[in-house]
């Protein structure tokens, strides 16, 4: 009996192992295995295929040289003289600042093979000639199909009465910190270059324009590399080399790229239009702070506050209004400013979107129609002052007169209290509140008299929260201050 006993254990004990044998290989063939692909041996190969659509581009400018202003001599008014004088110095002065041509280098890649070319926007700005040279060493006038100053990114399209090679897009979303990447550029001008290093971040804001979100890595790029592809290891462009920090100009290991996934839409527009349609939501945006969250009820810190509308007359705002908190916009969650920003300027001009708003303490669903960013308009974030404890009392308040009004320049349809004078060492004044503020809200609760505003905070303190929501009018503009109020 025992003897069968130890033979059915053994038995188990088998079965188990070769169940665990074949789930591992059934889970390494589904799922790959779970460590990332390394650094091959040579990168020799894929340089040899990505190479031949990497290009080097050169830009002219003619600027006049800075030659020495002649005076003109003194003569009457009105004499003819003066007009001759005039005339011939100005002519002597143009023969004596001739024309001289500023060059400078940079790198771009080619995308078609009927030859569309991307670069940077920063490489080709205000070039009179453009000069494309492929790595066969031919060279071809380039014409600019458009450009984008607020990603950075051009387009440019040669002839060159040929197929030329190409690379194609990647995602760079796939893309993770650790990865291996190669750089292909002109550093310096001294033609095809190859660098290679890791990504080092993902999501970088160097402050550069309202769409950052840099891919940073610690491929050695120098001058000269701008616009040149950033592939992964499997050939794809999975970025647009930009931008370096480096206190000496040379490479330090910190460069960073614009991703595909924001390259390759703008691309597109730019190759269909010639510009780039974005949208337009027509309001100021601002920070969510603990303060202002906990003030109005919201469980954290996320989403973007609309501070104010502004243009009244343009419908893209909708039924927004001033103090939402903007939580997802067209499906798509809303961390801060930032994201709000790109997710607007993102979708289609005309498209009806879903927006989920938190309003007075609920959340509310609203549609929204997208109009069309243009120059004459603006999607300003309204950065909020750093977020410290503050006492209300460190300011004096006062009931809006006629003569407050025209002290302050505060029109006749405001409502509300009035900053007669702040204490400049209190923390109301580490918050910006200046003296001719009015405040017209408390948590979104209109004030008329400062009985009322006294009220409201009182309210608040009632129920127990920490903080309150101030809405104030600070020279024309709408804005929201949140103060710190427990233990006041």
């Given amino acids: 009996m025992k003897y069968q006993e130890m033979n059915s254990a053994r038995f188990d004990r088998q079965l188990l192992l070769l169940w665990s044998a074949v789930f591992l290989i059934a889970s390494t063939l589904i799922y790959g295995p779970a460590w990332s692909r390394g650094a091959p041996d040579s990168f020799a190969d894929l340089v040899d295929r990505l190479s031949p659509a990497v290009v080097n581009i050169s830009t002219t400018q003619k600027v006049k040289s800075g030659g020495r202003t002649v005076p003109l001599p003194k003569t009457s008014p009105g004499s003819p003289f003066e007009e001759f004088f005039k005339e011939f110095f100005e002519e002597r002065q143009l023969e004596r600042s001739p024309r001289r041509n500023v060059t400078s280098l940079g790198s771009g890649f080619i995308i078609d093979s009927a030859g569309i070319i991307i670069t940077n926007n920063h490489v080709i700005a205000e070039a009179d000639e453009i000069t494309v040279i492929l790595s066969d060493d031919t060279e071809l006038e380039?014409?600019?199909?458009?450009?984008?100053?607020?990603?950075?990114?051009?387009?440019?399209?040669?002839?060159?009465?040929?197929?030329?090679?190409?690379?194609?897009?990647?995602?760079?979303?796939?893309?993770?910190?650790?990865?291996?990447?190669?750089?292909?550029?002109?550093?310096?001008?001294?033609?095809?270059?190859?660098?290679?290093?890791?990504?080092?971040?993902?999501?970088?804001?160097?402050?550069?324009?309202?769409?950052?979100?840099?891919?940073?890595?610690?491929?050695?790029?120098?001058?000269?590399?701008?616009?040149?592809?950033?592939?992964?290891?499997?050939?794809?462009?999975?970025?647009?080399?930009?931008?370096?920090?480096?206190?000496?100009?040379?490479?330090?290991?910190?460069?960073?790229?614009?991703?595909?996934?924001?390259?390759?839409?703008?691309?597109?527009?730019?190759?269909?239009?010639?510009?780039?349609?974005?949208?337009?939501?027509?309001?100021?945006?601002?920070?969510?702070?603990?303060?202002?969250?906990?003030?109005?009820?919201?469980?954290?810190?996320?989403?973007?506050?609309?501070?104010?509308?502004?243009?009244?007359?343009?419908?893209?705002?909708?039924?927004?209004?001033?103090?939402?908190?903007?939580?997802?916009f067209d499906g798509v969650t809303i961390t801060d400013v930032r994201s709000l920003s790109r997710t607007v300027a993102d979708t289609p001009v005309g498209k009806t979107v879903k927006v989920e708003v938190w309003r007075r303490g609920s959340e509310r669903t609203i549609y929204v129609t997208i109009s069309e960013l243009t120059e004459s308009k603006t999607l300003a974030a309204v950065q909020s002052s750093k977020p410290e404890s503050a006492e209300i009392f460190g300011m004096s308040l006062a009931q809006l007169t006629e003569g407050l009004r025209r002290k302050y320049g505060v029109s006749d349809q405001i409502d509300g209290v009035v900053v007669t004078s702040v204490d400049p060492n209190s923390r109301t004044a580490q918050k910006g509140i200046q003296e001719g503020d009015v405040i017209t809200e408390v948590s979104q609760q209109s004030v008329r008299t400062l009985s009322e505003l006294i009220g409201k905070i009182e309210e608040v303190e009632r129920a127990r929260r920490k903080s309150v929501v101030l809405t104030i009018i600070h020279r024309g503009e709408l804005r929201f201050v949140a103060i710190r109020i427990e233990g006041d």
């Fill in 142 to 328: 380039a014409e600019i199909i458009g450009r984008d100053e607020r990603t950075d990114l051009a387009v440019l399209k040669v002839d060159a009465e040929r197929v030329l090679p190409s690379v194609r897009w990647g995602d760079s979303e796939l893309a993770r910190v650790g990865d291996w990447v190669l750089a292909i550029g002109n550093p310096f001008g001294l033609g095809g270059s190859v660098t290679a290093g890791i990504i080092s971040a993902r999501g970088r804001d160097i402050n550069a324009g309202p769409y950052d979100d840099f891919i940073q890595t610690d491929a050695p790029i120098n001058r000269g590399n701008s616009g040149g592809p950033l592939f992964g290891m499997d050939g794809y462009v999975i970025g647009v080399n930009s931008a370096i920090f480096s206190p000496s100009g040379g490479s330090i290991g910190i460069g960073f790229s614009i991703p595909s996934s924001l390259a390759r839409p703008i691309v597109e527009q730019l190759r269909k239009y010639g510009r780039v349609r974005r949208g337009w939501l027509g309001v100021r945006i601002q920070t969510v702070t603990e303060e202002i969250a906990e003030g109005m009820g919201l469980d954290e810190a996320r989403g973007a506050l609309v501070a104010s509308i502004i243009n009244e007359d343009d419908p893209a705002h909708g039924r927004i209004e001033p103090g939402d908190i903007i939580l997802s």
